[in-house]
């Protein structure tokens, strides 16, 4: 495709390719501007992969954060392919950076903090990435990281479209959440960015091996060599992080992005590093070997805000000169000196930053130097000029929160704010006087714990209660070894009533036993029911602990008839049970699909799907085993009023399905 244009976009290069796309670096005619576009892979035409590409465009284009690649348009090519254009990072990847020289541990926090800002952004809009690795991190010729390729994104609020049960992303990235084919969340970024933490610092992976299988049980069933065990420099702060990212049970890792971002920020500030006022407490800019130019930061002076906005100005080495020049030189040169520099930074652009504002509750109004924006939290403020500004957040019942920060560097600075509800005073109203009663509380057998209104009274029946305010009064009376008795009574002003129950024992229960039940079948696979319920298992498989008793199993596979079979369980005693299902005939389908059209219908063409096996175009026949099945149909651009279908083939029958589909 070099050479050719597409669309407005004249194609340069081939810039590398992947499972879920090619990616060309071009020219956009219209804009005159470098773009990269990616293309579906030629060998992929079904309408699945069509759908999830789409799904990664509008997944990234709902993204606006400088950490994140930038999405231009999604369109398609004369011949039906789908490409997006999106901006082009000029750059390397973070793949091979750490092939071509081991990073410092200060620029591995930086460019993990870097990545942990952008996704912090997608997962607070319900995007995932799902595919975070060093080959879709681009560290751009400045030294920014860019996040690229949502090829895996999944929108939190869009039909699930991979099949259930596969895994999808890279596997020595990919959560064990990924690799046991589970629904996934914002934690299995989290999970992947631990691993290229871990890489960084240490220089190999936590799980490897030759084979990807053995990749996969690592993941699932291993931990990982402490860091610090294979780089003795590695800090604790550091391995502690590691460690925590990387927990197998999603709820033991960090919940949010914000939490690990925090740590990462607090150990880069223990770090001592040469870091001043004007350097953003965000990003730090990753250094490259080749960085050969210094810069001189002013610090932000008591001047007025005018004054106080100064960039980072270049300045170039001065070769030796000879001491012995005259005074009247000195002093012109460090005047024109003086004039340069002035001239220079007020001809110095300001850095536009943004500001992420969150508060809980959320809802509140956002002032900036007491002058209302216009949004409530959560917002992203911007762009704003680098300088300090006030912050403040006003909403109803809550008391108004204002605060001073510094916006000094083209990136995202988050804040977050708790609010504080208005304390109302409460109403002075003159007490009622009270009426007293006594109750007399008595049992058999008697001890009994005497409870009222909920309330433990720390006496025991027999007793009288004396000075109870009169009205409704609950009665709970409790004794170790009998069930609980209660009742309510009505006390009246000085009145003394009586209460008495008789306990009734509880009900010995006899120990609970367990054994185990193998269950197999021929041909396996077979889904297994135990008394009545799923049990997303298939055979062979054994119930290691299972209650003594008889258990009722059914065994349900595709194209054999339903087994049932009763199985006693004896304590500390294997049982087992091995049947043989019977194979069921094959039966047909016959799919069809039309396009209504003001009333009128016209033969389609539309993909066949058999619980998510494709099976050709229709109109056609289709021979299969007898059994309960899912089957849908999908037309590009079109969308099915009758989108999927439950059937039940019969042996030697034959089952008519028609899809109607109206224009998207």
């Known amino acids: 495709m070099i050479g050719q244009t597409v669309s407005h976009y004249r194609i340069l290069e081939k810039l590398g390719e992947g499972g879920m796309g090619v990616v060309f670096k071009a020219e956009d005619i219209k804009l005159k501007r470098t773009v990269a576009l990616k293309f579906l892979p030629a060998d992929i035409t079904d309408a699945q992969a069509k759908e999830r590409f789409i799904h990664e465009a509008q997944a990234a284009s709902a993204l606006d954060h400088p950490r994140i690649c930038t999405i231009y348009e999604i369109d398609e090519t004369s011949d039906g392919r789908l490409f997006i254009a999106m901006a082009y990072c000029d750059g390397e990847t973070l793949k091979r950076r750490i092939e071509r020289e081991r990073l410092s541990l200060e620029d591995a926090v930086n460019i993990v903090i870097q990545i942990g800002n952008g996704l912090a952004q997608t997962h607070k809009q319900g995007i995932v990435h799902r595919d975070i690795k060093p080959a879709n991190i681009i560290i751009t010729r400045d030294g920014y990281v860019k996040i690229v390729d949502f090829g895996l994104a999944k929108l939190s609020f869009a039909t699930r479209i991979t099949r259930t049960g596969t895994s999808m992303g890279t596997p020595v990235y990919m959560s064990p959440e990924q690799v046991t084919g589970q629904e996934v969340n914002h934690r299995t970024d989290i999970w992947s960015l631990g691993v290229i933490l871990y890489e960084l610092v240490t220089g190999q992976l936590p799980f490897s091996g030759d084979y990807e299988a053995t990749v996969l049980h690592g993941i699932v069933n291993e931990e990982p060599a402490p860091p610090s065990q294979i780089e003795g420099s590695v800090p604790p702060q550091i391995e502690t992080i590691i460690t925590r990212a990387l927990q197998k049970e999603a709820d033991q890792r960090y919940q949010k992005m914000d939490q690990m971002l925090a740590d990462l920020q607090r150990f880069r500030a223990s770090l001592g590093a040469a870091k001043t006022d004007s350097e953003d407490d965000e990003l730090t800019r990753v250094m490259r070997p080749e960085d050969e130019v210094r810069t001189v930061v002013q610090k932000p002076s008591k001047?007025?805000?005018?004054?106080?906005?100064?960039?980072?100005?270049?300045?170039?080495?001065?070769?030796?000169?000879?001491?012995?020049?005259?005074?009247?030189?000195?002093?012109?040169?460090?005047?024109?000196?003086?004039?340069?520099?002035?001239r220079?930074?007020?001809?110095?652009?300001?850095?536009?930053g943004y500001l992420s504002v969150d508060s809980e509750p959320p809802g509140a109004e956002i002032l900036l130097n007491q002058e209302n924006t216009g949004q409530v939290t959560p917002a992203l403020c911007g762009p704003l000029d680098r300088g300090s500004?006030?912050?403040?957040?006003?909403?109803?019942?809550?008391?108004a929160w204002s605060g001073t920060l510094s916006i000094s560097s083209a990136d995202t600075v988050r804040h977050s704010v708790t609010l504080v509800p208005v304390k109302k005073?409460?109403?002075?109203?003159?007490?009622?006087?009270?009426?007293?009663?006594?109750?007399?509380?008595?049992?058999?057998?008697?001890?009994?714990?005497?409870?009222?209104?909920?309330?433990?009274t720390g006496r025991r029946t027999p007793a009288v209660l004396s000075d109870l305010q009169a009205g409704e009064v609950e009665i709970e009376l409790q004794k170790k070894g009998y069930v609980t008795a209660s009742g309510k009574v009505n006390l009246a002003a000085g009145e003394r009533l009586d209460y008495n129950r008789d306990l009734r024992r509880e009900a010995v229960r006899p120990a609970v036993t367990y054994g185990a039940l193998s269950v197999a079948s021929t041909p396996p696979g077979a889904k297994i029911e135990l008394d009545g319920a799923s049990t997303s298992l298939v055979t062979p498989h054994t119930f290691d602990k299972i209650e003594t008793g008889s258990h009722s199993v059914r065994l349900t596979l595709s194209g054999y008839e339903k087994k049932t079979l009763s199985a006693r369980v004896t304590e500390n005693h294997d049982t087992r049970i091995s049947p043989s299902l019977t194979p069921l005939g094959p039966g047909e389908v016959r799919v069809t699909a039309v396009i209504l059209e003001e009333g009128a219908q016209r033969p389609a063409v539309a993909e066949i799907f058999i619980d998510d096996q494709s099976h050709g175009q229709t109109p056609k026949k289709i021979t299969i085993d007898a059994g309960e099945y899912g089957i849908s149909a999908k037309l590009f651009g079109y969308s099915a009023r009758n989108p999927s279908r439950r059937i039940t083939v019969r042996p030697g029958r034959e089952e008519h399905i028609k899809f109607e589909f109206i224009k998207d």
């Open 303 to 342: 001047a007025p805000e005018s004054e106080a906005k100064k960039a980072a100005v270049p300045v170039r080495r001065r070769r030796k000169r000879p001491l012995l020049v005259p005074m009247v030189l000195i002093i012109a040169a460090l005047a024109a000196a003086a004039l340069f520099w002035l």
């Open 344 to 352: 220079q930074e007020r001809s110095l652009p300001s850095a536009d």
């Open 389 to 399: 500004y006030e912050l403040t957040l006003q909403s109803d019942g809550f008391e």
């Open 425 to 456: 005073k409460p109403i002075e109203d003159t007490p009622a006087p009270v009426s007293k009663g006594s109750l007399s509380v008595s049992s058999s057998p008697q001890g009994a714990d005497i409870y009222l209104n909920g309330v433990k």
